[in-house]
């Protein structure tokens, strides 16, 4: 057998690779986060750029798209740039607007509603009877605003160094705004030469690589790009839809804080299956302050509106554009959580929509099957064996 040099070098090659990450794997892995740390800007631009382009993607099929005049033409990238941008910073700054006053108004409430919620819950518990004699008096003699009072101190005195903390905050803050505008740059860029781009990395993968194995990446890019495209969407319009119907609702019912309530369910909602309950028992318990009726009311109304959503508004405007059955997005939210938090609960779906996309379009793809073969084949085949009998027996 023939050995090639080129087959010796990529086994060398691959023997000292798998050497070095077992044996040095501490020094490997410090520098492969040094990279990524580097390579910030570039991944938030890339992620800016994708967001960016389904925006603008949107605008360059809307914007006289069968038209040929040379200056609708030249102008369609850069005014649909500019209008997905302006698109992009409008939605930003009305979710700030609606949600973080609501959220900083939502804590406060909390921390002030606590004591007085807990002081209100121990007597309607001695009033049913439900507890134990022990636990109603033990519950009844804890002084819950001191208790308060302690956690909030707890939390100010885990922070550290009011300097530490305002120096700490202060880069932070420096280093964040300067990560968002060389990301800013670096999607402009991409978004105005995406397709020559795409014809430099196709012509260099095509160059170096196999076809079959390009043909294979291309294909696996593609449905990762229409799951996220979708699940990004999808998620969005699922989010507000949630949102406003669930603050029509309790303004109907006249339940306090629908506006607040409508907001922080809108703002959790973005997290698949688990979100809208974390918003909804949140704002029970803020509700529980004012009336354990009206707590009640709003628990069993959110259980009606997520029916209602589950079975109606997230298959068509979600689930079934994902394609992913609810038992794997589960799975995916837990795991993706575990891994990355809350990163993770957003990217968890549609990574996991990919793959349950590709492994379900490989196991349905249809086998090759072999022909049978024919009476004058099998003939032919045996012809020879009877012609060697019958010269043996002569």
Known sequence: MKVEWKSCFRIGITVALLYVFTQYWGSVSEFIMRILGAATPILAGCIMGYILNILMSFYERHYFPKSRNKIVTKSRRAVCMVAAMVTLVAVIVLVIALVVPELVSCVQLLIAKVPESMTHLTEWLNEMEIL???????????????????????FVSGIGN??????????????????????????IYLLSGKERLGDQLNRVMYHYMKKSWCDKIKYVLSVMDDSFHRYIVGQCTEAVILGVLCALGMAILKLPY?????????????????????????GAF??????????????????????????????????????????WVLVAVTIGGG??????????????ATLYRLIRED????????????????????????????????
């Open 363 to 394: 196991v349905n793809k249809p086998q090759p099957q072999t022909e049978p073969q024919t009476q004058t084949e099998t003939k032919t085949k045996s012809k020879p064996q009877t012609q060697g009998k019958s010269r043996g027996k002569k």
């Open 132 to 154: 134990p004699e022990n636990i109603e008096e033990t519950l009844i003699a804890v002084d819950w605003e001191k208790r308060m009072e302690q956690i909030v101190k707890v």
């Open 339 to 352: 891994v990355m938090g809350i990163a993770g609960m957003l990217l968890g779906v549609p990574f996991a």
């Open 258 to 282: 629908a506006s607040m309530i409508g907001a922080l369910i809108a703002f959790t909602a973005l997290v698949p299956i688990a979100g809208a309950y974390i918003g909804g028992g949140i």
């Open 162 to 187: 009011i300097t530490d903390f305002l120096v700490g905050t202060v880069f932070s803050v420096v280093s964040g705004i300067v990560t968002f505008f060389v990301g800013f740059i670096f999607s």
């Open 286 to 327: 803020m509700i529980l302050t004012v009336s354990p009726i009206k707590a009640v009311i709003f628990v069993i109304f959110l259980v009606v509106l997520q029916q209602i959503e589950g079975n109606l508004i997230y298959p068509r405007v979600v689930g079934s554009s994902m394609g992913l059955p609810a038992i």
